[in-house]
C-alpha cells in the first residue's frame, strides 16, 4: 500500500514546517505531507484529487461547506467543538497525537484496505506466560519490553486477566478484536491510534473485562498477529499471554519465543501445566518455552528489576 497524500493548509508557517518535518523524520513510511498557505493554492493542487485526507485551518471555513473529493478534517484552535460538518482536531497538541487521530479517521473511512508499511522488516515476537505468579509475570513482560527498547522500536500487547494497569477508558484489546472482525476496515490503522506510550515502548492496553479474552478464538489469534505482521512497524513485539484457557496456545504458537517466569521452577503448578501441553500435542510448545528463575529478591527490589531482565536476555 502506498503512503498517503495529506494536504496540509495553515498561514502558520512556522506550524506547517513542523508538521511537515516531524512527518518526514518519523512517518515518512506511511504519510506524505503536502503544504500550503493559503486556500487558492490548495483548490489549486485538489483539482487533481490526489490528496486522502486534507487538514485544513479552520480560518479558511466560511459559511458553505468546502467541495473536496478527499476526507476533511478541521484543525481548531478550541481544544473542544460542537459536532458540526466536520472532523475537528486540536491544532495545539502534541504532533504524534494528532498523527494518531489521523489514523483514526483512515480507519473510518477506508473500505476493504490494509495498512502496511515500505519495507520487508519483520519482527520477533516474545510470548511470556506463566501459570503462576499472575503480578511477576506482568512486571517481567513489561521490563523485558523496556530492556528491548533499547536497541529496537518495541510493541506490547496486554492479553492478561488481571493486571496492575488498567485501561484508562481508552481502547484496548476488547476493541481490537473487535476491530479485526470488521473487515470492512484495516485494523492496523485502529491498532496505531491506540497504542500508548510506555517506558520506551509502545503499547496496547489490556481488555476491559476478562470476559473478553475466552471469547478470542483461533482465527481471531491467526488474525491479530497478521494485524502486527503487515504493520511491519515493529521489530519486537512482546505479548503478555497471561490469559487462562486453551486459546492461549493459538497465541503463543505464533510466538517465535516463549518465556515463563516463575519464583519457583520445581512448582507443582508449572509440572502440571506441562502435562497438560504434553495431552495437548504441544510438545513443539514444551520445548519452545524457556523457564525464567527469577531471583527471591525480585518482590523487595523493584528498582532491580529492569536492569536484571536486560542482563538476563
Known amino acids: 500500500m502506498s503512503r498517503r497524500i495529506v494536504s496540509l493548509c495553515t498561514q502558520d508557517k512556522r506550524y506547517m514546517a513542523a508538521f511537515a518535518d516531524y512527518c518526514a523524520r518519523n512517518e515518512g513510511n506511511r504519510i506524505l505531507v503536502k503544504t500550503f498557505d493559503t486556500k487558492e493554492a490548495l483548490d489549486r493542487y485538489e483539482k ?14 466560511g459559511d458553505e461547506k468546502l467541495a473536496y473529493s478527499a476526507k476533511v478534517a478541521v484543525l481548531s484552535e ?36 490494509v495498512y502496511q508499511c515500505s519495507g520487508d522488516r519483520k519482527c520477533v515476537i516474545t510470548g511470556v506466560f506463566s501459570p503462576c505468579f499472575p503480578m511477576q509475570r506482568e512486571q517481567y513482560a513489561r521490563r523485558l519490553a523496556e530492556a528491548y527498547a533499547g536497541k529496537y522500536k518495541v510493541l506490547y500487547i496486554n492479553l492478561a486477566e488481571l493486571t496492575e494497569y488498567d485501561c484508562d477508558g481508552g481502547e484496548g484489546v476488547s476493541e481490537l478484536i473487535y476491530y479485526l472482525n470488521d473487515s470492512s476496515r484495516p485494523a492496523s490503522y485502529r491498532l496505531l491510534a491506540m497504542l500508548k506510550a ?15 479474552l475466552y471469547d478470542i478464538s483461533s482465527e481471531d489469534a491467526d488474525r491479530l498477529f497478521e494485524c502486527i505482521n503487515t504493520l511491519d512497524e515493529f521489530e519486537m513485539v512482546v505479548i503478555d499471554a497471561g490469559y487462562l484457557g486453551d486459546s492461549v496456545y493459538d497465541v503463543l504458537g505464533h ?17 502440571h501445566l506441562m502435562d497438560n501441553m504434553a495431552s495437548y500435542g504441544k510438545e513443539k510448545l ?22 536484571w531482565v536486560g542482563y538476563e536476555r
Open 78 to 113: 478550541e481544544k473542544y467543538v460542537d459536532r458540526g460538518a466536520y472532523t475537528y482536531v486540536y491544532k495545539y497538541q502534541r504532533i504524534d497525537t494528532i498523527i494518531k487521530q489521523l489514523y483514526q479517521i483512515f480507519a473510518d473511512t477506508t473500505e476493504g484496505e
Open 255 to 271: 510466538c517465535d519465543a516463549v518465556h515463563m517466569p516463575v519464583m519457583d521452577e520445581k512448582s507443582m503448578r508449572v509440572k
Open 286 to 307: 514444551i520445548n519452545d518455552i524457556k523457564v525464567i528463575q527469577l531471583p527471591k529478591w525480585w518482590d523487595e527490589r523493584k528498582d532491580m528489576q529492569s536492569k
Open 198 to 212: 510506555e517506558q520506551g515502548y509502545d503499547a496496547v492496553a489490556g481488555v476491559k473485562h476478562y470476559r473478553d
Open 48 to 61: 487533481s484529487g490526489s490528496a486522502d485526507l486534507i487538514l485544513i485551518d479552520s480560518m479558511f471555513i
